[in-house]
């Protein structure tokens, strides 16, 4: 499959130059350059396949002949190790919990999925790598996870010192092997201008095949697709509701990867009616739905702070599936803003009336199907574990968050690199580890 610039239609790379550069230039994202649909046998057999069976159908043409079929079954195998289950809250309402990977958000499977193609990519051509990420704390501990002992690339992690969580530095300061963390006497945009310098410094660059794993690379992008299809499989072999229900499915969304990848599902031919993307005090996208024109904005903090992103980057594709027509977008996407007092109102209603724990991104999610069409069923995405917001959560709730017994007792010892916000120390620094 071809990949082009959402800015320069004539700007073309393969799926590997696609994911080695992660954009194709300054203005522009990778867009696929035919969505194909897949065949009806596909659909009439979903609910008996297995989470891997589908990852491979739905994602082997925009991958294609590039990575043999064996290999590739092997990579879809091992991004989708984990258990994506629906839940059924009440009614016809469920919860698809994406948090039971190693880091407890839905970026897991996005991240391992771009790290066993990048590794796959580098083995070949025989190259080794170095991915460099800054990270405010999610974003890092996913891509360190993801790229854990995957031969030919090393991860060098920039945080904030003292300022990301003790359980999300655990989360990338324990691992070893591959993965350095340094944190840095700075900001998260501190460290982000670390990485861009580095980026930007050639005799770095030629050196070291430096890469991003950035949120916005296909191969981050793509594989979120296949949990659509994975909802719908077990909605049907599970749960079976009456046949002419429309499903309608709600994303708590921030930079708008994750609805992107659902709106592709339903290109695809996935039979979901609508979608409702959720915002929370970040309005950019339902604002943009309802006077069509797009305004980006600062960001705002809130409780869901994951979805903090006041000028998300994926609006350049959606704009791109639907010639940026508002109007079209809006036949299949509802959208609306909450506050950070729905967020809690929620988690504590349905703690009470259901005893489902949400987080906070989840909760947005939840008060956003009051957008959906009367009687459908609503599939709402939980894209965090509550135990990673537990102080939001445990505010509201009158017992503690469980943790999930795979992240329990981490009690190995932690490899730290301390430097400041300075970049020649930070380069001597690369040249010298590389
Ligand atoms: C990243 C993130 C989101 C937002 O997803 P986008 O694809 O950026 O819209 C929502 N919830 C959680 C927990 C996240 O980590």
Request: glycine share 6%; aromatic share 10%; net charge negative.
């Amino acid at each position: 499959m071809n990949y082009h610039s959402t800015a320069n239609p004539l700007h073309i790379s393969n799926f590997e130059e696609a994911v080695f550069k992660g954009l194709p230039d300054p203005t522009g994202l990778y867009m696929p350059m035919h969505i194909p649909k897949l065949p009806p046998a596909f659909f009439n057999q979903l609910p008996e396949l297995s989470l891997a069976e589908i990852g491979f159908q739905v994602l082997r043409p925009y991958v294609g002949s590039e990575i043999d079929e064996l290999t590739f079954k092997n990579i879809v195998d091992e991004t989708l190790s984990f258990s994506i289950p629906l839940r059924q809250i009440h009614d016809q309402v469920y919860s698809l919990e994406l948090f039971h990977g190693p880091t407890l958000a839905f970026k897991d499977v996005g991240a391992r999925f771009l790290a066993r193609v990048l590794g796959h990519f580098a083995r070949l051509s025989n190259r080794s790598i170095t991915v460099l990420v800054a990270t405010s704390g999610d974003t890092g501990s996913a891509v360190a996870h993801g790229f854990y002992e995957v031969s030919n690339v090393d991860v060098v992690v920039l945080y904030p010192k003292g300022k990301v969580s003790d359980f999300q530095r655990r989360q990338m300061t324990t691992l070893g092997k591959n993965i350095q963390a340094i944190e840095i006497d700075g900001t998260f945009d501190d460290c982000q201008d670390l990485v861009k310098k580095a980026f930007l410094d050639r005799n770095l660059q030629d050196k070291y095949n430096l890469t991003s794993a950035n949120s916005i690379n296909v191969a981050r992008f793509l594989p979120q697709m296949v949990y659509y299809f994975w909802a719908v499989a077990q909605l049907k072999s599970i749960y079976a509701p009456p046949k002419n229900l429309p499903v309608n499915v709600s994303v708590p969304s921030g930079n708008y990867g994750n609805l992107t990848a659902g709106l592709l599902a339903k290109r695809m031919g996935l039979g979901i009616d609508h979608f409702i993307a959720a915002a929370n005090a970040n309005n950019s996208f339902p604002n943009y739905l309802t006077t069509g024109s797009y305004s980006p904005q600062p960001s705002i903090a809130t409780l869901s702070n994951a979805m903090d992103v006041g000028a998300p980057s994926n609006v350049r594709r959606i704009d791109a599936l639907y010639n940026s027509d508002s109007n079209m977008i809006a036949q299949d996407v509802r959208s609306g803003s909450f506050s950070d007092q729905d967020c809690l109102q929620t988690i504590d209603y349905v703690y009470n009336q259901y005893k489902y724990i949400l987080d906070p991104h989840g909760a947005i999610g939840y008060k956003a199907l009051s957008l959906a069409p009367e009687n459908g069923v609503s599939i709402c995405l939980e894209t965090a574990h509550p135990i990673k917001f537990k102080e939001v959560v445990e505010a509201v709730i009158p017992s503690p968050v469980p943790m999930p017994s795979h992240v329990q007792g981490n009690s190995k010892d932690e490899n730290i690199i301390s430097l400041n916000n300075d970049y020649p120390i930070f380069k001597e620094y690369l040249i010298t580890s590389r």
